[in-house]
Structure formats: C-alpha cells, structure tokens
T-cell receptor, first 117, second 112 residues
C-alpha cells in the first residue's frame, strides 16, 4: 500500500531533550516536506527536500533540522525542543521534480502530536 | 507577501444542499491551486488541482472553479452529506520556490 509513515505518533518530552521524528514513504517520490499545524495558523511548511541531499527551508525552519540521506526517508530533528514547538507535525511527499513545479498530489502522513513541557 | 485566505472558519449547511467554500489570494497569481480535505487529527487528503487555464474542474460531487480576475477559487460540494463534514484547505506553490502555502482552512459541518 502506498503510504507515508511517521513515528512516533505521539510524543511528550521536556525542554532541551533532543528528539527525532521519522518519516518514510514507499512511493519513490522525490519531493518530501515537513509541516506543523497550529490552531488558527493552519499548515506551515518547515523544510522541504527536492531529492537526496537537497533540502531547503520553508516558512518556519527555526529550531528544526532535517536530512535526506536516502530517497525514502526524511527525518525531522529537534536539537533542543522548546514549548513553542508543541504542535501537530505532518510529513508529506509527492512526485514533484526539480524544474517541474509542485503540481502533483501531496500525500500526507498520519501526523505526530508533540508536546514539549 | 503572498497571502491565501479562506472565507470563513466554519460553515454549517443542511444535508442535500450545495456547500461553497472560497479561497482568495493576493499579491500573486498562482499557476494552479490545490484543494485538500482534512479530518480531525489526521493528515490532509488531496482532492483536486485546478490550473489557471482551467475555469472549472469536476470530480464526482466536487467542483472547483478558478477566477483569475477575481483572484479566487471556489470549491463546491453538491448534494452534501454528513460524511462531507471536515476541514477543507486550499494551497498553492510559492512562485518557483518549491514551497507550499496553505490557507487556514474552512471547517464544514453538514447537518442531517
């Protein structure tokens, strides 16, 4: 089954304790992206990746890191989480390729609800 | 800066009626717009994409229009059902940057 998976689905942590949220897709998609969703603010893009070893900042990258060492995986790293990073996080992927725009379906993962105390 | 606005936070309609949701954009003319459905606590699901040269796109009971003069996209659900209750999001690509911009969404509730 074609899907985007994220782990963990729920996480409660404390300020400053490094964490990684994993994201994996099995559709051989080149474009992958991380979003956070907060009430009243909608979905905001954190980072995106056009392909292996190619990543770039979205609208709200501060406090986050990503890596794309393999095509299927795109982990989100919070080196020193703070309470303002408490949010619902989504990973997404699409076929979109460099030079062709983003007019392709984005497939979203199930979400990771993160609470930073 | 580019901005995308959806017309209201919540819309309640009676079952069987047509729901119409609005997505307005400013300071930019997107080449295409996407519409997604999101259920509470779940990831958005792609519904339709409409390009600027397509005035209308249909998929079953869904219809999307794109008016570049009014800078607006309308999303219609005909013969609405309680199962259509969800939040609907519009989105576009930030001009040539490979970044997505999403609207805050409209929460639709279809009353039985």
């Amino acid at each position: 089954e074609a899907q985007v998976t994220q782990n963990p689905r729920y996480l409660i942590t404390v300020t400053g304790k490094k964490l990684t949220v994993t994201c994996s897709q099995n559709m051989n998609h080149e474009y992958m992206s991380w979003y956070r969703q907060d009430p009243g603010l909608g979905l905001r893009q954190i980072y995106y990746s056009m392909n292996v070893e190619v990543t770039d900042k979205g609208d709200v990258p501060e406090g986050y890191k990503v890596s794309r060492k393999e095509k299927r995986n795109f982990p989100l790293i919070l080196e020193s989480p703070s309470p303002n990073q408490t949010s619902l996080y989504f990973c997404a992927s699409s076929l979109s390729r460099w030079g062709e725009g983003l007019a392709d379906t984005q497939y979203f993962g199930p979400g990771t609800r993160l609470t930073v105390l | 800066s580019q901005k995308i606005e959806q017309n209201s936070e919540a819309l309640n309609i009676q079952e069987g009626k047509t729901a119409t949701l609005t997505c307005n954009y400013t300071n930019y003319s997107p080449a295409y717009l996407q519409w997604y459905r999101q259920d509470p606590g779940r990831g958005p699901v792609f519904l339709l994409l409409i390009r600027e040269n397509e005035k209308e796109k249909r998929k079953e009971r869904l219809k999307v229009t794109f008016d570049t003069t009014l800078k607006q996209s309308l999303f219609h659900i005909t013969a609405s059902q309680p199962a259509d209750s969800a939040t609907y999001l519009c989105a576009w690509e930030d001009s040539g940057t490979y970044k997505y911009i999403f609207g805050t969404g409209t929460r639709l509730k279809v009353l039985a």
